[in-house]
């Protein structure tokens, strides 16, 4: 059974920067390509960031330059360092796999950028 668990959300103004952070447990994490999601009110979830076995990362066009996706495997956790953030990363912020399993959402993270 695998436990997904994001953190680090909150609110920020505009320019600012967070760290997210998603443990993962109960899975050979480091053999899987992870990724980080999120959705805004209103929208469908979106693929933000991912990072594969290896470390090699590929970002969406609208944080490619802000964002950096990292992963610890000996923690068997996943980070996402945001900066620049904008009022349209406002969003609850989830991680999982690459393709994403449907009962391995966790809870997520709420990402508040105020303008």
């Known amino acids: 059974q695998v436990q997904l668990v994001e953190s680090g959300g909150g609110l920020v103004q505009a320019g600012g920067s967070l760290r997210l952070s998603c443990a993962a447990s109960?899975?050979?994490?480091?053999?899987?390509?992870m990724a980080w999601y999120r959705q805004a009110p209103g929208k469908q979830r979106e693929l933000v960031a991912t990072?594969?076995?290896?470390?090699?990362?590929i970002y969406a066009d609208s944080v490619k330059g802000r964002f950096t996706i990292s992963r610890d495997n000996a923690k068997n956790t996943v980070y996402l360092q945001m900066n620049s953030l904008q009022p349209e990363d406002t969003a609850v912020y989830y991680c999982n796999k690459v393709p994403p399993i449907s009962f391995y959402w966790g809870q997520g993270t709420q990402v508040t950028v105020s303008s």
């Open positions: 990072i594969t076995v290896t470390g090699i990362t």
């Open positions: 109960g899975s050979a994490f480091s053999s899987n390509v």
